[in-house]
T-cell receptor
Framework: GIQVEQSPPDLILQEGANSTLRCNFS?????LQWFHQNPWGQLINLFY???GTKQNGRLSATTVATERYSLLYISSSQTTDSGVYFC??????????????FGKGTKLSVKP | NAGVTQTPKFQVLKTGQSMTLQCAQD?????MYWYRQDPGMGLRLIYY???????DKGEVPNGYNVSRLNKREFSLRLESAAPSQTSVYFC???????????????FGPGTRLTVL
């Protein structure tokens, strides 16, 4: 099956710093989402981005589908950005059933 | 809109007991999913329902059954709970359809299950 690898596994930042999280996947995809799992366990949708670039406030994401990777940028990090960031993909097999395959996540800790 | 709701939030079972996890969505979505999340891991798909009246196995279906009761509700049943089923369970839904943007999934708050 499709493999999803996220890096780095852990990241510690000082408040105000910028960071880039990476997601590599092993096959063509028709669905890619980034989620933030907050310390209370809630999964929050950040981006639906199977290709291209999107921005939402201090966060932005880019997916280069032909090279099989996606990047999540966090600028001017805040303590509330702490948590685990997941990338999830669905293999492109000509249809879609929404069967997301998740990476193991990047655990981000932002220190005040 | 409440989005995706799950009940209960927490549950402790003894080995061999049964229980049903409930999930409902009010977004008129067509497809619904059950995932489990184990410590230090991403989520893994247990079962999904592409549309009302259909269900299919995901990556880790053993020990579980599901029912798509109607378009809004999708339940997950553990017939004889085992300690290996200790996990956090998430329900999700997506509109699904012709446009790719319909495939964005939205998740409920999760149910934390412990099997002793």
């Amino acid at each position: 099956g499709i493999q999803v690898e996220q890096s780095p596994p852990d990241l510690i930042l000082q408040e105000g710093a910028n960071s880039t999280l990476r997601c590599n996947f092993s096959d063509s995809v028709n669905n890619l989402q980034w989620f933030h799992q907050n310390p209370w366990g809630q999964l929050i949708n950040l981006f639906y981005i199977p290709s291209g670039t999107k921005q939402n406030g201090r966060l932005s994401a880019t997916t280069v589908a032909t090279e099989r990777y996606s990047l999540l940028y966090i600028s001017s990090s805040q303590t509330t950005d702490s948590g685990v960031y997941f990338c999830a993909v669905e293999k492109n097999y000509g249809g879609s059933q929404g069967n997301l395959i998740f990476g193991k996540g990047t655990k981000l800790s932002v220190k005040p | 809109n409440a989005g995706v709701t799950q009940t209960p939030k927490f549950q402790v079972l003894k080995t061999g007991q049964s229980m049903t996890l409930q999930c409902a969505q009010d977004m008129n979505h067509n497809s619904m999913y059950w995932y489990r999340q184990d410590p230090g891991m991403g989520l893994r798909l247990i079962y999904y329902s592409a549309s009302e009246g259909t269900t299919d196995k995901g990556e880790v279906p053993n020990g579980y059954n599901v029912s798509r009761l109607n378009k809004r509700e999708f339940s997950l049943r553990l017939e004889s709970a085992a300690p290996s089923q200790t996990s956090v369970y998430f329900c999700a839904s997506t509109l699904a359809g012709g446009s790719s943007s319909y495939n964005e999934q939205f998740f409920g708050p999760g149910t934390r299950l412990t099997v002793l």
